[in-house]
């Protein structure tokens, strides 16, 4: 019934199974019923057995955690070659190869229960080794993305993935005694021009170090990401040994986390199949190997921002800044609406206390725009022209870019300074 292999995999993305995933595996409230015709063909390619094994767990979690319809649960019926079942019925045909603990685990997330720390921290490193189970690798990523992951199921998550950063890390490039970590969504933009590698070089200039945390995009958006600028920019990625210590480092250094970690990179291709952007698209801008003292990330939906900030605060950055509502989920503030910062900062005892700033557009333009950028796919390259232009003229053909370079290295510098002040002076 399952297909091991997800690397060589063929399956086109427009296949009934990814619809299938597409329509009934988005959310609480945004999922769908599948229709009858629809259904037919998934049938026809779950008898296939082409269908790699990874797929078909996210697609029978999301079909077993919404409530099915009759016809819908013929697919469980088709799959199990009976219409009696029980959950472990189920659970046996999606973690069949799965340790004896992650059957354990599924079952539990099947019966809607949440996960201890301890229990999600195994998971964890079931998910990221090289053990068997591709089943139950997209069941679990499934499931969680539909009902939500809990605060304790993310920081054991997290825990697992900071122990797979085991390497050796170069200090030479450090020359400042704060470091900021910049982490925007790994999937991009595909409507402006994304000025982030300018906020790196605005707070290099601010003596501050700057990392990038960066990777590959594992979709189902494949916009012009940070990785991408970086490497159009010749930005050092931060394991690299030939960078000159004294070298000017104009934007700080990158860190491309998808090829530094081989099990994450296999998570890349994970994810392109599972189509759903699952825990990883949180988590992996919250890694934190080497010990940044200022975490800048973003969260679009209101309600993310807080969960984002727990999160952070958890994984024990003395400083964090969230910026919410941003141009597409990024930190670039939007031209004509206000964006709000979410902040934490670790004091004296040990605690985080929070502020949130609002930034309005006007306070630093000189006049009220009518409209922002909309750009439809817009081009790498004169994306980083853009940035090269600015950085040499502090200025390029183009209003709204430069605008928006002005607004948003105006409403984090509040943020930094807000954070530095209030937090635990030898932390930072």
């Known amino acids: 019934m399952f297909k091991n292999s997800f690397s060589n995999s063929t399956i086109?993305?427009?296949?009934?199974?990814?619809?299938?995933?597409?329509?009934?595996?988005i959310g609480k409230k945004g999922s769908k019923n599948l229709d009858l015709p629809l259904i037919a063909e998934i049938k026809k390619e779950i008898h296939s057995n082409r269908i790699?094994?990874?797929?078909?767990?996210?697609?029978?979690?999301?079909?077993?955690?919404?409530?099915?319809?009759?016809?819908?649960?013929e697919l469980l019926h088709h799959a199990l070659g009976r219409k009696t079942y029980s959950d472990e019925d189920l659970i046996k045909l999606i973690c069949k190869d799965a340790p004896r603990f992650i059957e354990t685990i599924c079952l539990e997330l099947i019966q809607q229960k949440t996960l201890s720390l301890k229990q999600a921290k195994k998971m964890g490193d079931f998910l990221f080794s090289d053990q068997t189970g591709e089943g139950a690798r997209g069941f679990i990523a499934s499931i969680l993305r539909v009902r939500y992951e809990t605060p304790d199921e993310y920081a054991g998550l997290l825990q697992s993935m900071n122990q797979l950063f085991q390497f050796d890390i170069p200090s030479s490039w450090r020359k400042?005694?704060?470091?900021?970590?910049?982490?925007?969504?790994?999937?991009?933009?595909?409507?402006?021009?994304?000025?982030?590698?300018?906020?790196?070089?605005?707070?290099?200039?601010?003596?501050?170090?700057?990392?990038?945390?960066?990777?590959?995009?594992?979709?189902?958006?494949?916009?012009n990401n940070l990785l991408q600028l970086c490497q159009s920019l010749s930005i050092p990625d931060i394991r690299q040994k030939t960078y000159v210590k004294d070298a000017q480092l104009t934007f700080g250094v990158c860190f491309d986390q998808t090829m530094a970690v081989p099990s994450l990179m296999q998570?890349?291709?994970?994810?392109?199949?599972?189509?759903?952007?699952?825990?990883?698209?949180?988590?992996?801008?919250?890694?934190?190997?080497?010990?940044?003292?200022?975490?800048?990330?973003?969260?679009?939906h209101a309600p993310y921002g807080e969960k984002m900030l727990d999160i952070a605060e958890r994984a024990g950055f003395p400083g964090i800044?969230?910026?919410?509502?941003?141009?597409?989920?990024?930190?670039?503030?939007?031209?004509?609406?206000?964006?709000?910062?979410?902040?934490?900062?670790?004091?004296?005892?040990?605690?985080?206390?929070?502020?949130?700033?609002?930034?309005?557009?006007?306070?630093?333009?000189?006049?009220?725009?009518?409209?922002?950028e909309k750009q439809e796919n817009p081009s790498l390259t004169e994306n980083v022209q853009l940035i090269k232009t600015y950085i040499k003229e502090r200025k390029t053909n183009s209003v709204c870019f430069d605008n928006r370079v002005k607004v948003t290295c105006h409403g984090l510098e509040k943020a930094v300074k807000w954070v530095t002040t209030y937090a635990k002076k030898d932390t930072l």
């Open 12 to 25: 086109s993305a427009q296949s009934a199974i990814a619809q299938g995933i597409k329509t009934i595996g």
């Open 321 to 372: 800044i969230i910026v919410r509502n941003g141009m597409e989920g990024t930190i670039n503030f939007p031209l004509i609406r206000s964006a709000k910062v979410l902040c934490s900062a670790r004091d004296q005892k040990g605690c985080y206390q929070r502020q949130e700033m609002e930034f309005n557009p006007i306070e630093i333009l000189t006049h009220k725009l009518s409209m922002d």
């Open 176 to 223: 400042n005694e704060c470091l900021i970590q910049i982490a925007d969504p790994f999937d991009g933009v595909t409507r402006i021009h994304s000025v982030t590698p300018l906020i790196g070089a605005y707070f290099l200039n601010q003596n501050y170090d700057v990392v990038n945390m960066a990777g590959a995009s594992s979709g189902p958006k494949y916009g």
């Open 52 to 73: 790699p094994e990874i797929m078909l767990g996210a697609f029978y979690a999301a079909l077993i955690i919404k409530k099915s319809t009759s016809a819908e649960k």
């Open 267 to 300: 998570w890349v291709q994970r994810r392109r199949l599972i189509i759903k952007r699952p825990f990883l698209a949180t988590l992996e801008r919250f890694v934190n190997p080497f010990a940044a003292d200022i975490l800048i990330a973003s969260a679009f």
